[in-house]
């Protein structure tokens, strides 16, 4: 059994580790022990001090020692007392905003449960649901704290359902997937910051007494940061060290905060960002939070990255192309951008099909009125003088040449000049009253509306019927700034910024369930919206619009971190590089791509004979490996961030094969030769290492490791 109780104590247990909770004699819930597996009842971590400031509840007394303020918590509620971040708060009728949240009862279920109409880990061997429900007895508001338990996994998820089982309606200004305490120790966290077309990068910091946040207010997860993040210990390493992480599968505005309290313990709370949000909740309604992935891990981050990939490719991407091999595309965005016809694409097309490429899929461009991005967003019918024989007749004649066909969308989006903004005005987020913002000359669709929804699921189904199309790009390439909907009254305008990432996923899931074979790549310029929730729809994500081989060698590492490999869109583009006009060779840029879901985005027409052959043997070369790659265990090596070479490796589960990526940046005149220590092999197993022709023990190449720069050097 994952779950135990005994006296109004919790005890979860996965294979590595232990998370403990307690209802007190007060019935207060309290966080006592995430970390290490343990037999032992760890409540005897927890202090009560007597602290000046620090208010303590009317139940205990006389007693100074007993505080909110210094208790550690699992879901602590505003207004009672702890004067930390909290996970809810919430405006009583009578304008009061106290909440104290207490044991009411539990249950224990078999399975993992679900959440309508949100994202959210779905089975596992063996998993249980633990449901603690706490209540305010005043108010009658009760707050169910869910714990998905995936044992085999290392995985405990989290989110909580809050119900109004009062008379008259609360609005809810803050409800977060979860709060973690920690005792008192030294931490620092790693958040994942960046901008556009630079995603993902690793920040570590110390955590000093305050707070820090990572968070969004953009409607979208956002490139600036991820909702993921990690707190570890300062002596965490790749292979050592202490280490926790989280992951929330949601793609809207969200917010981590991380406060280093006043007698030095550490309080994570992560959710819904609560600046923008307020939530309506009427007698008998409930609101559901979205839900957090949780890991520890005792042995650094390699291993806690490798739950977080077991379980999002498993247990999160869903769909036939969860596990299958992806298809080889080749996009044709960077060859032509808005500048084709169709005798131009089947001329990439045909040479692609040439070399062994699987797919082609057609970016922008292909619809209504446009031929730059000024225009033509929302008439999702194709532009005829661009493709005189329409979507069907292109896409027929990419499959003649033995190649799928996949095709582009922006579906949130409208222009101005549209004619489906000139017939749908109000179907624009825009405040009544205001000129609109602007972003890349475009406005945002009201996704909050079920009118707007099925325009686009009618739109988007019928081009699916007509034509042969196995693949979608849905990108979003702008954020959200006025959180407005005209379909709301005012009382529920903080409603709108997550009822549109929920209108969004509506969206999503009946388009995937209409077309279940067909596979989806979500993309916001890139990756603004590289997030759990994105890939329980789409179980792969245009990492970067940084199509750069040495910058992607920092954006891939990144998003490593947390993200399986087969999540990553990664394309070979043409040199000079249209993002830092870079030249790299073509092997460098491919070594690079082969680390995630590989594809071409350059005319291959202008390749010289001898880099087509070289795609050719690339193409061979993947085909042989993305089984290997997306399945099995990566190992960072080598940090970009901190080095002129970066490495990395995949080790199969059999540890009978791995591929290692080395990559050095700049030419070192006059070098001695460089050694790599590889990880995650079978030390007894004689490796035959097929670009030296020789054979190494495991044990060799992980202590001593392999000598490298005789033959990666690239070409001058
Ligand atoms: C942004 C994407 O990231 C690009 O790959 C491309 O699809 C453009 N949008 C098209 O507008």
């Known amino acids: 059994m994952a779950i135990k109780i005994s006296n109004n104590s919790f005890y979860i247990e996965t294979k590595n580790t232990s998370y403990q909770i307690k209802a007190d004699k007060y019935g207060i819930l309290k966080h006592v022990w995430y970390g290490e597996k343990t037999g032992c009842d760890m409540d005897y971590i927890n202090e009560y001090p007597d602290v000046g400031f620090s208010g303590n509840i009317y139940d205990a007394g006389n007693d100074r020692t007993y505080s909110p303020d210094t208790l550690p918590q699992e879901y602590p509620a505003f207004g009672n007392g702890d004067y930390r971040i909290c996970a809810v708060s919430a405006v009583h009728n009578d304008g009061s905003c106290s909440l104290d949240l207490r044991f009411k009862k539990y249950e224990i279920k078999q399975g993992k449960y679900s959440i309508p109409g949100l994202p959210a880990v779905y089975s596992g061997e063996n998993a249980q649901t633990l449901e603690i429900t706490l209540e305010d007895k005043k108010s009658g508001l009760e707050v169910i704290l869910k714990y998905g338990v995936l044992p085999e996994l290392d995985v405990i998820t989290r989110s909580a359902v809050i119900r109004n089982n009062s008379e008259s309606p609360v609005t809810i200004k803050n409800a977060a997937s979860f709060c973690i305490d920690m005792p008192k120790d030294n931490y620092e966290s790693i958040f994942f910051t960046g901008r556009h077309a630079m995603e993902r990068t690793p920040q570590r910091q110390a955590i000093l007494q305050g707070i820090q946040e990572s968070s969004s207010v953009r409607g979208t997860s956002s490139h600036q940061q991820n909702p993921s993040f990690i707190i570890c210990s300062p002596d965490c390493n790749e292979d050592n060290g202490r280490c926790f992480g989280a992951a929330l599968m949601y793609s809207g505005s969200f917010s981590t905060r991380i406060e280093l309290d006043h007698v030095g313990q550490l309080r994570a709370v992560c959710g819904i960002n609560p600046e923008l949000f307020s939530w309506q909740l009427n007698s008998g309604e409930e609101f559901y939070t979205p839900e957090a992935i949780l890991a520890f891990s005792a042995n650094g981050l390699a291993a806690l990255s490798h739950i977080f990939h077991t379980v999002i490719r498993n247990n999160v991407c869903r769909g036939n192309y969860k596990l299958a091999q992806r298809p080889v595309l080749i996009n044709n965005w960077e060859a032509t951008y808005f500048d084709f016809n169709e005798e131009k694409l089947l001329k990439i097309a045909r040479e692609a099909a040439k070399l062994g490429v699987d797919m082609f899929v057609l970016d922008d461009g292909w619809f209504g009125k446009r031929d730059s991005d000024f225009s033509g ?64 000359y475009q406005l945002v669709l009201d996704m909050t509306r079920s009118d707007v929804r099925d325009y686009l699921f009618d739109t988007i189904s019928s081009i699916l019927k007509n034509a042969n199309i196995s693949y979608i790009k849905w990108d979003m390439n702008r954020s959200i700034t006025e959180c407005y909907s005209k379909a709301f009254p005012k009382e529920q305008q903080g409603e709108v910024m997550h009822r549109y990432i929920l209108g969004v996923y509506d969206l999503y899931e009946r388009l995937i369930n209409e077309f ?122 080598q940090s970009p961030f901190e080095n002129n070479i970066t490495a990395w490796m995949v080790v199969s589960d059999d540890k009978k094969e791995a591929i290692v990526g080395w990559y050095k940046v700049l030419n070192d005149v006059n070098e001695s030769f460089k050694r790599i220590k590889l990880k995650g092999l079978n030390e007894n197993l004689n490796y035959y290492i097929e670009q030296k022709g020789e054979y190494h023990y495991g044990d060799e190449l992980m202590n001593l490791g392999m000598i490298t720069s005789d033959y990666a050097v690239g070409d001058p």
């Open 377 to 440: 967003l929302g008439d999702w019918y194709a532009n005829t003088n661009k493709l005189e024989n329409g979507l069907s007749g292109l896409a027929d004649k990419i499959n003649a040449l033995g190649m799928k066909f996949g095709l582009w969308f922006e579906p949130e989006m409208v222009s101005e000049d549209s004619d489906l903004y000139r017939s749908h005005p109000d179907w624009a987020i825009v405040i009544p009253g205001r000129k609109p913002i602007r972003g890349r």
């Open 516 to 637: 279940p074979k067909i596979l989806f790549e979500s993309c916001s310029s890139g990756g603004g919206r590289f997030d759990p929730g994105m890939l329980y729809y789409a179980p792969q994500a245009w990492a970067s619009d940084d199509s750069d081989a040495i910058e992607r060698l920092k954006i891939q590492y990144g998003t490593s971190m947390v993200y399986p490999i087969s999540s990553i869109g990664a394309h070979v583009s043409e040199i000079v590089n249209q993002q830092v006009f870079r030249n790299t060779p073509i092997e460098t840029r491919a070594n690079v791509a082969y680390f995630g879901a590989f594809g071409y985005e350059l005319d291959l027409n202008e390749l010289t004979e001898l880099e087509k052959q070289k795609v050719k043997e690339q193409v061979e070369f993947i085909k042989q490996y993305r089984e290997l790659i997306h399945k099995g265990k990566f190992y960072r090596l």
